[in-house]
Each structure stands twice: as structure tokens, then as C-alpha cells.
């Protein structure tokens, strides 16, 4: 998306921790969100944060909300080859009544044995 | 639990054709919300229905058209196809209760045009 950056692509070996950075530029959005995709497939939401909070964790995940930076980060525990896929991060602005979402570029984890 | 239904998962058609898409939401979901997928790109927002009126449009072309019915499916008609429509279409639908508006995604459409 053109207004959401990620970098393209992430290798680590399986039992790492694998850290998926993404840059918004709405600082309105009250929430923000992570999604899955696996080859050929729709999108999963992982988990989302909300604006006023700085950390969330879930299980394995972890995610980082920087405000002032408007930097947005998923760290993934213990990555297993069933991570692999491209993660998404994506923005809500609520200047559009539809709250649709604005998707990052994507990041390609790749999980190597 | 239910997801969201789209039909059909894969279709062809050859250049200046129709191709119509169906989306079936979450049951009691209020907001329909397709997008399109192109090969290596993120998913870009085309169109979203709030309780069967458009509520939103994006980056939707002229030969684009959708709309939801009183059932809550939607259809997004495609007239003309180009080779570049090829793509994933994909269908969400959310509840607006308040707090994060979180989006469930069908399975997805794909579009070959050849």
C-alpha cells in the first residue's frame, strides 16, 4: 500500500524469533493490524493493537506500537516453518466511514529447517 | 463458525468478457468489503456496502460495479475484463460494534483473463 511500508522479504531458521517491521502514516488510526496470507490463500488476522497501548502479546506474538515514530512491529517467538508465509500489517483511518483497511506491501517470511 | 463464502474460487475468461463474483458474509455482519489482489501486491480496496448501501469506494474502475441485496450477499460484476483484472478478488465482511473493526476474508476469487 502507498501509504503503509514493510520490507519484502525475512529469512531465519526455524526456533528463532523473526521481527516483521512496518511503517504507517496515519497517526489517526485507532487500531492497527497484522494478517497472515499463506500461498493461494485469504487473509488471517494474527492480532491487532489499539493506539494507545505500546505492547501486546499473544502467545508467541508480540507486537510493538511506536506512536511517535508510527512504527509498528511483529515479533514472532520460536518461528516454526508454519510461520512461513506473508504477513501484512494494515492501517484503519477513520477518516473513511467504511473503517475499511490499508494494507502494507507485505513482508515474505521465508522459515528455513 | 461460519466464514465468508465466495464463489467461484477459480475462473476464467478471455479478454472484453463479464465475469460477475459472489460474496456471502458472516451471518448478522453489517459491512461487505471487497478488494483486489494482483500477483505479488498488497490487496487494494475496491468497494464496501454498510447495511446494503455503498459506503465506500477506492480504487475500483468504470467497468467495476457491485452491490449487496436484501440477503446481505454481494456480487461484484466485471465487464470488459483486461488482462490486467487478472488477480485475487477477495470478500470481508466485520460487524461495526465499536473497537477494533476487525475484517474476516473469504477464501477469495481468482480471476484469469486471457
Known amino acids: 500500500g502507498e501509504d503503509v511500508e514493510q520490507s519484502l522479504f525475512l529469512s531465519v531458521r526455524e526456533g528463532d524469533s523473526s521481527v516483521i517491521n512496518c511503517t504507517y502514516t496515519?497517526?489517526?488510526?485507532?487500531?492497527l493490524y497484522w494478517y497472515k496470507q499463506e500461498p493461494g490463500a485469504g487473509l488471517q488476522l494474527l492480532t491487532y493493537i489499539f493506539s494507545n497501548m505500546d505492547m501486546k502479546q499473544d502467545q508467541r506474538l508480540t507486537v510493538l506500537l511506536n506512536k511517535k515514530d508510527k512504527h509498528l512491529s511483529l515479533r514472532i517467538a520460536d518461528t516454526q516453518t508454519g510461520d512461513s508465509a506473508i504477513y501484512f500489517c494494515a492501517e484503519s483511518p477513520p477518516r473513511d466511514s467504511s473503517y475499511k483497511l490499508i494494507f502494507g506491501s507485505g513482508t515474505r517470511l521465508l522459515v528455513r529447517p | 463458525a461460519a466464514g465468508v463464502i465466495q464463489s467461484p474460487r477459480h475462473l476464467i475468461k478471455e479478454k472484453r468478457e463479464t465475469a460477475t463474483l459472489k460474496c456471502y458474509p458472516i451471518?448478522?455482519?453489517?459491512?461487505v468489503y471487497w478488494y483486489q489482489q494482483g500477483p505479488g501486491q498488497d490487496p487494494q480496496f475496491l468497494i464496501s456496502?454498510?447495511?446494503?448501501?455503498?459506503?465506500d469506494k477506492g480504487s475500483i474502475p468504470d467497468r467495476f460495479s457491485a452491490q449487496q441485496f436484501s440477503d446481505y450477499h454481494s456480487e461484484l460484476n466485471m465487464s470488459s475484463l483486461e488482462l490486467g483484472d487478472s488477480a485475487l478478488y477477495f470478500c470481508?465482511?466485520?460487524?461495526?460494534?465499536?473497537?477494533?473493526?476487525?475484517?474476516?476474508f473469504g477464501a477469495g476469487s481468482r480471476l484469469t483473463v486471457l
Open positions: 456496502f454498510y447495511e446494503k448501501m455503498q459506503s
Open positions: 451471518p448478522r455482519h453489517d459491512t
Open positions: 496515519d497517526s489517526s488510526s485507532t487500531y
Open positions: 470481508a465482511s466485520s460487524l461495526g460494534v465499536g473497537g477494533a473493526n476487525v475484517l474476516t
